[in-house]
């Protein structure tokens, strides 16, 4: 059991290393015994213990929130800012890996980077397109060390491409799909991978480099690289 548990460690640092520039894997599971951190639109701040979270099509509905005092919280997206909610199981391992490799890119000094290191999920409520119609959701964040000039958020209903892991956890492949994107304080919205080549001059205007050296054969596997150039591009 210990040389099993060796193994898959050396295969997550190793497969990790190779990710320098990916997106942070989304969080599904979260722990009901870690501290979760919940900043409401007025600004008040909570802090405590996970007791239930309720999702509609992936989008989380309400969460369930127990603070130090015994006291319970059921909150809406809309009463929700943004929150740290701690990942649980392999899942927060593989997400303290993930934000390893892209620390030096960190240029958001409005996220926690302390949490973030811990392998914590940020959430923000995000203005975000769908079809013709624009509303405020609460939106997984899954370039927080480069989306000062673009944000990348999960799509929770995203198909993925074929995918190798070793219990659970995946290390090859796996690749959602589609992704929700936001430029500056523009709304979010749909990315799809059967589209990007054709969205491709449009999404990364601005950035002659990037459109000159990539508009040709984009891929989708490059977005997260290409979000990197495309900061630097707006320094």
């Keep these: 059991m210990i040389k099993k548990t060796l193994l898959l460690m050396m295969l997550l640092l190793a497969f990790t290393a190779t990710k320098a520039q990916d997106l942070i ?6 722990s009901h015994s870690k501290t979760a951190y919940i900043t409401l639109t007025d600004g008040t701040e909570l802090s405590g213990t996970i007791r239930d979270i ?7 509905e309400f969460i369930k929130l127990q603070d130090a005092a015994g006291k319970k919280h059921k909150l809406k997206p809309e009463d929700i800012k943004h929150m740290y909610l ?15 490799s892209d620390y030096q890119k960190w240029n958001d000094d409005k996220l926690n980077q302390e949490y973030l290191k811990e392998g914590y999920a ?3 409520t995000a ?3 769908v079809k013709k119609k624009t509303s405020k959701l ?14 990348i958020y999960c799509d929770p209903r995203a198909k993925e491409t074929a995918s190798f892991g070793v219990g659970g956890v995946k290390f090859v492949g796996g690749d959602a799909k589609s992704y929700y994107v936001a430029k500056k304080d ?15 001059a449009t999404l990364w205007s601005g950035c002659d480099k990037l ?15 290409h979000a990197v150039t495309y900061s630097e591009c707006a320094q």
């Design 138 to 151: 609460l939106m997984q964040l899954l370039n927080p060390a480069f989306s000062k000039e673009l944000r």
């Design 86 to 100: 701690p990942p649980s199981g392999l899942d927060n391992l593989t997400k303290k890996l993930d934000f390893i």
């Design 25 to 30: 894997n989304p969080s599904y599971g979260f």
């Design 211 to 225: 459109i000159t050296a990539s508009s040709a054969d984009p891929k989708w596997t490059d977005l997260s690289k």
């Design 122 to 124: 940020y959430f923000e």
């Design 127 to 129: 203005d975000v397109q």
């Design 54 to 60: 309720d999702r509609d099509k992936g989008l989380i």
């Design 186 to 200: 523009a709304p979010a919205f749909l990315l799809k991978k059967k589209e990007y080549k054709k969205e491709f």
